[in-house]
């Protein structure tokens, strides 16, 4: 079992808990990668409540109590009854929106999830301006690629259930075959089908795909069309191996040209990822700080990182937790310029543990801060920089006035 703090990340859901499976708000109509228009099939991260639905900032979340959890799992098996519906239960009385309970095939899936792999069928989606929804990318060598999906064509219905004006996470899960919220049961597995309507101009056609178990590509690296232009990399999720294509990206960057680290829409992910990637851009030092249950603690960097090349972060209302410790610590340690929106302000720590049926429960036990002492939790990084509109051209701007690396 992972110790603490071992990975910080948004909820994908809680069942019995008020709060609903998908986004609300600004985040029903896309975005994962950072435009507010765009979702992953294959993103690990299900998401958290909007923003805005929670007020400007997230208010500060309370705690589940782990020997009350833990007995009232323990007393429902005694009873014949599920430990971790109890468990669950408990959990949602709490108010503690950051943990959950798993059960062991839930939690083994989500850990699927952490090490960059999913079940679907490749294929991103988002929604347009008129509420229909069209394909926005598709993974090489998919079933949605094999196929002759492409970019553009309009995803029309998913199982026969229409797609438009649903928010992008709800057709996400049903590409990927997520179990419904409340159910107790796994999602759809690697082999199973899923019936897809589609159009392309004037032509319309269904098609059946098999969902099979890809890789998340949660690294996207632009390069630079010129040596003075910069390097682009976009990180959606810190699963594993986050960190090595950071450096990599980074090694290859241009100095002349500096580098673009867009977090916009990254819901977190392994809170050790998070710090590779930050050791990417420091020779060494505090990333953050944090506490488990009163225990103070500390994050720090590798030695050896990239500590001139031009750096600028893209960060908005969708950067959370994880995202949010790496924006902090950069921004504390003056390596980097943010430019954007205020983050979420996810700055809680849960620790996973399991219960006597061999679910888990994922439970907050602290909380981080940056290197400068500033909580984040409720609050939120504030980039340098806050720009609503434009922000990616905005950054490009920043970044070519920082001056050269070399």
């Given amino acids: 079992m992972s110790g603490p703090c071992s990975y910080d990340r948004p909820r994908r859901f809680r069942r019995g808990a008020a709060l609903t499976l998908f986004l609300a708000g600004v985040l029903a109509a896309g975005a994962v990668t950072g435009t507010w228009s765009h979702e992953a ?3 690990g991260e299900r ?5 805005a639905a929670l007020g400007t ?4 979340a309370a705690t589940a109590d782990r020997a009350a959890v833990e007995r009232a799992a323990s007393e429902a098996i005694a009873d014949g009854k599920s430990g971790s519906q109890a468990a669950a239960e408990v959990v949602s009385r709490s108010g503690d929106r950051w943990s959950t309970i798993y059960t062991p095939g839930e939690f083994e899936d989500f850990e699927r999830q952490l090490d960059g792999a999913y079940v679907g069928v490749g294929l991103w989606v988002r929604q347009t ?3 229909r929804t069209e394909v926005s990318r598709v993974q090489p060598g998919s079933p949605a690629a094999g196929g002759g999906i492409a970019v553009g064509d309009r995803l029309r219905a998913v199982d026969g259930r229409a797609t438009r004006g649903r928010p992008v996470t709800e057709v996400v899960a049903r590409l990927r075959g997520d179990a419904p919220q409340g159910s107790h049961g796994a999602g759809a597995g690697a082999g199973t089908p899923v019936r897809l309507d589609l159009q392309r101009g004037d032509r319309r056609w269904s098609t059946t795909l098999r969902r099979v178990r890809l890789r998340a ?4 690296v632009d ?16 699963a594993k191996g986050t960190g090595d294509a950071v450096r990599r990206a980074v090694r290859r960057a241009s100095p002349q040209g500096g580098l673009l680290l867009d977090l916009r829409g990254n819901t977190g992910g392994l809170v050790t990822e998070s710090v590779a990637t930050a050791s990417a851009f420091l020779d060494g030092g505090l990333v953050a700080t944090y506490d488990v249950r009163g225990d103070q603690r500390a994050l720090y960097a590798e030695r050896g990182g990239n500590t001139r090349l031009p750096l600028v972060v893209l960060v908005d209302g969708g950067t959370m937790s994880a995202a949010e410790l790496l924006a902090g610590a950069l921004q504390d340690r003056g390596r980097a310029v943010l430019v954007g929106s205020p983050t979420f302000g996810k700055g809680s720590v849960q620790m996973p543990s399991r219960l ?18 500033r909580t984040v939790d409720g609050a939120g990084i504030i980039p340098d920089l806050v720009v609503d509109d434009h922000a990616e051209e905005r950054a490009r701007t920043v970044l070519s006035g920082l001056g050269t690396g070399a």
């Fill in 47 to 51: 998401g958290a409540p909007d923003r």
């Fill in 356 to 373: 006597p049926d061999g679910s888990v429960a994922e439970l907050t036990v602290g909380h981080y801060r940056t290197p400068s002492g």
């Fill in 129 to 131: 301006a008129d509420g």
């Fill in 41 to 43: 099939e294959g993103a």
């Fill in 223 to 238: 390069r630079p069309a010129g040596a003075h232009d910069p390097t682009r990399v976009k990180v959606a999720s810190f």
């Fill in 57 to 60: 900032h997230a208010p500060k």
């Fill in 217 to 220: 590509q949660n690294v996207t």
